[in-house]
């Protein structure tokens, strides 16, 4: 059923021998059309390929998600990641698995996060937060139902993806992936405001503030800016996971969450 | 346009002079059908009315919301709450905005729970907690995606409406009222899992304790029961509020949150 699928490998350059082992593998059973850094520059048209295998973390996987069309399987060595899916030594599973299409799709919707100098996609985050050496900054967060403020470092947009990176270190909710809705968590607020406030998807987001803050997004600091308005992108990514590792399960994996813990029976 | 509009009035009864005061005046321009203390047995079939209104706090909107059919108007004196969208003071506004219809209609979804013996709803919360004297117990918290587990004195599974009462107390996020989701939140968890778990409202939760537990709907306990069976409700209720009277306000107004603070110009 899933003859001649066509295979695209990015790996990271600190990954490359693993990258070697999956390639070797892959190249017995399928027709794998690239080998890449993962930090070049990429043209997709030239490369048409049905899957795109990512060899790193989860932050490879982040990158190599914005930069094709195609699902996207994560694997590496040690542990699992929110987006890795597969260990190194499962590689034979993963053949399989491909063979059979025997997969969860996993599809995430992004942010589309609009300045006056450019249009940006986030898949966890956007983040408008200071210098260390500017003061506290006042931001205006302003959806349909009104405005709310902010005395504080910084503010973090999040998708339900997102929820489980920067958003839960400042204090997050998890949410489950197929949420409808954004996170916005405020970065070290005056005076108690350390709540995350959940709202639709639908919602339209401009945020405001009283002087230039660094526009960070997934990670990368993009721009210099006083105002972003965020909204929902009609685009969503594919992520292709064994069926085995459903999101509870890299929950409770990473971060312990929710797991089995001495005292209930684990 | 709205003549001849049927009003019944609830009323704490401790708040029973100023609901004679509003009685007086909305008798001067509709049909008072009732006017009936809010913790008596009501048959709603033998008072058919457009709109209740309710004299006293959010407690007796909430107990109120659950006991009509009608849209309903919270009015209060001192101060506002999340249900009350007039002050006592604010009364001929309040028949300003009934005979021009000029309302928010702020619709709100249940949670339906069921155990072994009942079905029961709630507007803000359904909780499974310990008695004093029993044991930190085991709870398995199932949905599609998979079982999380938790050692502690409780759940919480809120409604969005729910997220800014008990569910805020224990440290989760403000959700709009709008949101599709319910929140999970873990009483006093064991070692680290102090976070809440926002899922959509499509979802179908099971509790499964490992002792019997209390559960306490909507602030009443109800039973005592080592399942329960949760779903998003199809009957939603309908509160009235005056169109300046916003969530985000009312958020601002009774818990600060999002508030203009000294610092930040305001």
Redesign the interface.
């Given at each position: 059923m899933y003859e001649n699928i066509k295979i695209g490998i990015f790996y990271r350059i600190d990954y490359v021998e693993s990258a070697k082992f999956v390639l070797d593998k892959l190249a017995n059973h399928f027709e794998v059309k690239h080998f890449t850094d993962s930090t070049l520059d990429f043209e997709e048209e030239k490369f048409p390929v049905d899957i795109t295998i990512v060899v790193g973390g989860d932050g490879t996987v982040l990158r190599t998600l914005k930069k094709v069309k195609t699902p996207v399987i994560g694997i590496k060595a040690g542990r699992l990641g929110f987006f890795s899916g597969y260990l190194l030594n499962e590689t034979d599973k993963l053949i399989e698995d491909i063979k059979n299409w025997n997969f969860t799709e996993d599809k995430r919707w992004m942010l589309r996060i609009e300045t006056t100098k450019g249009v940006y996609f986030a898949i966890n985050d956007a983040v408008l937060q200071k210098d260390i050496k500017q003061k506290?900054l006042?931001f205006d967060?302003r959806?349909t139902?009104?405005?709310?403020?902010?005395?504080a470092d910084g503010i973090v947009i999040s998708t339900?993806t997102g929820?489980s990176a920067y958003s839960?270190a400042l204090?997050?909710?998890?949410?489950?992936p197929?949420?409808?809705?954004f996170?916005i968590t405020p970065i070290a607020p005056?005076?108690?405001?350390t709540?995350?406030?959940?709202?639709?998807s639908s919602e339209r987001i401009s945020v405001f503030v009283?002087d230039k803050a660094n526009l960070i997004v997934d990670g990368d600091t993009v721009d210099q800016i006083d105002a972003i308005h965020v909204r929902k992108c009609t685009r969503t990514v594919v992520l292709l996971r064994p069926k085995s590792y459903?999101?509870?399960?890299s929950?409770?994996d990473k971060i312990?969450?929710?797991?089995?813990?001495l005292?209930?029976?684990?």
């Amino acid at each position: 059923m899933y003859e001649n699928i066509k295979i695209g490998i990015f790996y990271r350059i600190d990954y490359v021998e693993s990258a070697k082992f999956v390639l070797d593998k892959l190249a017995n059973h399928f027709e794998v059309k690239h080998f890449t850094d993962s930090t070049l520059d990429f043209e997709e048209e030239k490369f048409p390929v049905d899957i795109t295998i990512v060899v790193g973390g989860d932050g490879t996987v982040l990158r190599t998600l914005k930069k094709v069309k195609t699902p996207v399987i994560g694997i590496k060595a040690g542990r699992l990641g929110f987006f890795s899916g597969y260990l190194l030594n499962e590689t034979d599973k993963l053949i399989e698995d491909i063979k059979n299409w025997n997969f969860t799709e996993d599809k995430r919707w992004m942010l589309r996060i609009e300045t006056t100098k450019g249009v940006y996609f986030a898949i966890n985050d956007a983040v408008l937060q200071k210098d260390i050496k500017q003061k506290i900054l006042d931001f205006d967060v302003r959806i349909t139902d009104g405005t709310f403020y902010y005395h504080a470092d910084g503010i973090v947009i999040s998708t339900p993806t997102g929820s489980s990176a920067y958003s839960l270190a400042l204090g997050g909710p998890i949410m489950l992936p197929n949420v409808e809705a954004f996170e916005i968590t405020p970065i070290a607020p005056q005076f108690l405001a350390t709540r995350s406030l959940v709202i639709p998807s639908s919602e339209r987001i401009s945020v405001f503030v009283n002087d230039k803050a660094n526009l960070i997004v997934d990670g990368d600091t993009v721009d210099q800016i006083d105002a972003i308005h965020v909204r929902k992108c009609t685009r969503t990514v594919v992520l292709l996971r064994p069926k085995s590792y459903d999101f509870s399960t890299s929950i409770k994996d990473k971060i312990g969450y929710g797991r089995k813990i001495l005292g209930n029976g684990g």
